[in-house]
């Protein structure tokens, strides 16, 4: 690298003709399973593959800070790439998660050799994964860093059992106060970078610079193929990125399954890696013409239909559910005597996560929640059944007139399906974090509006809509604690009413409907 430090890396090679290069770059080791999806796949279809460990992982120098010299070590690799003796002119980049964000750092100033990129559930801004919100997502980053921190231990013994035990060992931390110390106990000296992330709530702080490459979604000209899953933590940023590029008319395709982030190749790692193969084929070896049959190749959940689209969303229209009394989701509104639900949320026994998009497969992703629509601490609406099937592409849309009497305060919406025998399950979600000014921060209430997860779902006949409104999702979220002090110190901790009116149908679901 420029500044002297020596990155390690593995390079197979193609027998016969070879028809490209591919690099891949990542944090993990590379051994299996990475070495399986990102490098011998590959090589055993006549790639070159340069397989590289970034800085201060599995031998390389330096020490590791997550994705913060990413664009300038990337930068430098492929000005080794260019002079080696195999090198075949072009290449192009795959691999998920940080071996996503790796491939947005190079194309925050692409390379002209740079011809195909393949990004799987990789983020392009790391500040927006971690406080997006508003709220850290703790469960996702301390239970990510106090992987990677031992990541590299010796004995692979230990190391699944560390794996099968983490939900157990990291629940103390996940319930202590304050947030920091409590991951900084349980990482016992290693990953030091997670107390940086938890001591910089603010988005616009320079210090987060270095991870926010959304200027890479205007510079990249290369054709990308995303791939991602409706229960993936950077759901978000892939249809955020595939927008963005399709409005500038760059060549993109989009794949999203039923998956959380694990499930990419663990469920879908078949489908993943033909449509890799494809898009690889056609961009970079050119041996072929385009195998997929529309930009954009969805599945359809509550189903078990793919659909072939030519963007997304598609054409929808609004349906409209009004938040009504007596714990009612209807097309009619409540009169203007109609009472406003309640509910209190307590931050020192938060409302607890159920599924949803969550880095650990284990506790994310679709799940029974029946239970949170049963708990005091929450406020449930419930539909009639429907009577035919209602299929949703695109992002819900809540409205909330919504008062409370604490000004610091979290909102967590959940938009659930409710099937004939009375069982739920979790289809969409949205998360706020409000601050004194915020509408709905006053007892007096204010419209609040969250724009829930994406979804491609087919609600079914004789199905119910169920919506949940809470003050917290924990341990996905770091709780709120109500008094408006730092997140990373805060101890003290403050109870909330909350109250969501319905009168006049001005609390609302506003629905993108498939015709």
Known sequence: MRDGVELLADHYVPTGTPLGTLLVRGPYGRAFPFSLFFATAYAARGYHVVFQSVRGTYGSGDDFQPMFREVDDGADTVAW?????????TFGTVGLSYLGFTQWALLADPPPELVASVVLVGPHDFSRATWGTGAFTVNDFLGWSDMVAHQEDPGRLRGLVRQL??????????????????????????????GDWVGHPDRTDPWWAPVQLGHALENVTTPVLLIGGWQDLFLDQTLDQYSRLRDRGVDVGLTVGPWTHVETLSKGGGLVTRE?????????????????????????????????????????????????DRGRLSDTAAGPGAAAATFTSDPATPTPSFGGRLLDDRSGGYTDDTALGARDDVACWLSDPLPAAL??????????????DVPHVDVAV????VDRRGRSRNVSD?????VPGDAGTTPEGGSVRLQLDPVAHRFAAGSRLRVVVAGSSHPHYARNT???????????????TRTVAVA????????PVSP
Do not use: I
């Open 391 to 404: 299929e949703v592409l695109g992002a819900p849309v809540v409205e909330l007139q919504h008062g409370s």
């Open 165 to 194: 035990t983490g939900a157990r060992r990291l629940g103390p931390a996940l319930d202590a106060l304050p947030l920091r110390a409590a991951g900084e106990r349980l990482l016992a000296g290693r990953g030091r970078w997670y």
């Open 81 to 89: 790439l260019r002079e080696q003796p195999w090198f075949t002119g």
């Open 414 to 417: 959940r938009l659930s399906e």
């Open 276 to 324: 890799s193969l494809d898009w690889l084929g056609e961009h970079l070896a050119g041996t072929g013409p385009r195998r997929r049959q529309a930009p954009v190749h969805v599945r359809v959940t509550g189903t078990g239909e793919w659909r072939h689209l030519l963007s997304w969303p598609p054409a929808t229209t609004e349906r409209t559910l009004l938040l009504a």
């Open 482 to 496: 109500g008094t408006g002090e730092p997140p990373a110190t805060a101890v003290r901790t403050v109870v909330s």
């Open 430 to 434: 949205g998360y706020v974090r409000l």
């Open 504 to 511: 006049g149908g001005v609390s609302r679901l506003v629905l």
